[in-house]
Antibody, heavy 125, light 107 residues
Framework: QVQLQESGPGLVKPSGTLSLTCAVSGGSISSSNWWSWVRQPPGKGLEWIGEIYHSGSTNYNPSLKSRVTISVDKSKNQFSLKLSSVTAADTAVYYC??????????????????WGKGTTVTVSS | DIQMTQSPSSLSASVGDRVTITCRASQSISSYLNWYQQKPGKAPKLLIYAASSLQSGVPSRFSGSGSGTDFTLTISSLQPEDFATYYCQQSYSTPRSFGQGTKLEIK
């Protein structure tokens, strides 16, 4: 079955760029799925950051869009997140997830069914 | 953007209780509503998709209902492993959005 694993620096300096990678195993990143990033600040709820399709098409959260870039590397079967100009407010656990879809009564519905374990990123000098 | 609001934010209940959590969308999302369970230090786990479809492997004591703007997650008989935080999420449009979460605690 598909598994996801996040990796990247656990500490980023303020005003720097956060860079994370999500490795996909047990399946192909070129499957008919969108691949997402979700974050969770300490003690708070889940925030959707954005998603990418293997073609390179992306959708971003408008609240982060000016600072976010999500890219895909099909040769390595992975996708990546870059978040620029970080502040302490970007301190969070960052998850990658697969968005899959299924037809119910003739309509396609979408959900995030496979998640990485998450990686903690702290923004601090 | 679609805002998702859950109630209550926290809930105390006992093993064996029937529990209902509510999620409201700021506009109609048809049945594009998912429910997740999250335990401390773990990634979210999909429970329900398309408002009422049970994800494979999820116990049948979990059920979902609703359409349009109002949705519910019901746990028919709480088990010790069900004490966790629950989130709703809309997949009607991007940006995807989550409710703020409902923390289910042991009474």
């Amino acid at each position: 079955q598909v598994q996801l694993q996040e990796s990247g620096p656990g500490l980023v300096k303020p005003s720097g760029t956060l860079s994370l990678t999500c490795a996909v195993s047990g399946g192909s990143i070129s499957s008919s799925n969108w691949w997402s990033w979700v974050r969770q600040p300490p003690g708070k709820g889940l925030e959707w950051i954005g998603e990418i399709y293997h073609s390179g098409s992306t959708n971003y959260n408008p609240s982060l869009k000016s600072r976010v870039t999500i890219s895909v590397d099909k040769s390595k079967n992975q996708f990546s997140l870059k978040l620029s100009s970080v502040t302490a407010a970007d301190t969070a656990v960052y998850y990658c997830a697969r968005e899959d879809g299924r037809a119910v009564a003739g309509t396609d519905y979408y959900y995030m069914d496979v998640w990485g374990k998450g990686t903690t990123v702290t923004v601090s000098s | 953007d679609i805002q998702m609001t859950q109630s209550p934010s926290s809930l105390s209940a006992s093993v064996g209780d029937r529990v209902t959590i509510t999620c409201r969308a700021s506009q109609s999302i048809s049945s594009y509503l998912n429910w997740y369970q999250q335990k401390p230090g773990k990634a979210p786990k999909l429970l329900i998709y398309a408002a009422s479809s049970l994800q494979s492997g999820v116990p049948s004591r979990f059920s979902g209902s609703g359409s349009g703007t109002d949705f519910t997650l019901t746990i028919s008989s709480l088990q010790p492993e069900d004490f966790a935080t629950y989130y709703c999420q809309q997949s009607y449009s991007t940006p995807r959005s989550f409710g703020q979460g409902t923390k289910l605690e042991i009474k």
